[in-house]
T-cell receptor, first 114, second 110 residues
Framework: NAGVTQTPKFQVLKTGQSMTLQCAQDMNHEYMSWYRQDPGMGLRLIHY???????DQGEVPNGYNVSRSTTEDFPLRLLSAAPSQTSVYFC?????????????FGPGTRLLVL | GENVEQHPSTLSVQEGDSAVIKCTYS??????FPWYKQELGKGPQLIIDIRSNVGEKKDQRIAVTLNKTAKHFSLHITETQPEDSAVYFC?????????WGAGTKLIIKP
């Protein structure tokens, strides 16, 4: 199993550009989530999904969109990048009760917005 | 909403000594308290977790204790080794989400 994979590993954007961060898992997990990690602030939940076709907002959803058309994939879209979105983004997956089960994290995408 | 505070932010211990990291939380309805280890350039990885019906849980050199009355839980690492150097995060479940502490950088001195 590849586990949770994320692409790209690193990206530089200009303010106003859009992009999609890709996330895929091959463990047949129902629950998937996106976090951003900023220095001194731990991990903050952006969006999550409890299954294909179902998504919900986390703690910091503004400026981001998600969709879940398949169990395996959970892309994160930045609609119009801003410098405040400079961060490291982690995708995670887990079994059904995601908030009370082991989270399996991808390697992260480092995003720099100029 | 839930507030999770983690202390200390940096902890430096001599190899072989013990390390203790503490987290406090505010939501009395929280029932799940995991600890994650993050090595440089990688995503966090679960090392141990505890649920509210248990006061202490141990896995080899790692243990977690939970005091629900006082709303705090702690990670204990005994006989520290160089490979224990990493950033450690606590988390708490609240409203179908995990709320994370800010992290503790653990440095093991040779």
């Amino acid at each position: 199993n590849a586990g949770v994979t994320q692409t790209p590993k690193f990206q530089v954007l200009k303010t106003g550009q859009s992009m999609t961060l890709q996330c895929a898992q091959d463990m047949n997990h129902e629950y998937m989530s996106w976090y951003r990690q900023d220095p001194g602030m731990g991990l903050r939940l952006i969006h999550y999904s409890v299954g294909a076709g179902i998504t919900d907002q986390g703690e910091v959803p503004n400026g981001y969109n998600v969709s879940r058309s398949t169990t395996e994939d959970f892309p994160l879209r930045l609609l119009s990048a801003a410098p405040s979105q400079t961060s490291v983004y982690f995708c995670a997956s887990s079994y059904s009760q995601g908030h009370q089960e082991t989270q399996y994290f991808g390697p992260g995408t480092r995003l720099l917005v100029l | 909403g839930e507030n999770v505070e983690q202390h200390p932010s940096t902890l430096s211990v001599q190899e072989g000594d013990s390390a203790v990291i503490k987290c406090t939380y505010s939501d009395s309805a929280s029932n799940y308290f995991p600890w994650y280890k993050q090595e440089l350039g990688k995503g966090p990885q679960l090392i141990i977790d505890i649920r509210s019906n248990v006061g202490e849980k141990k896995d080899q050199r790692i243990a977690v204790t939970l005091n629900k009355t006082a709303k705090h839980f702690s990670l204990h690492i005994t006989e520290t080794q160089p490979e224990d150097s990493a950033v450690y995060f606590c988390a708490v479940d609240s409203n179908y989400q995990l709320i994370w502490g800010a992290g503790t950088k653990l440095i093991i001195k040779p």
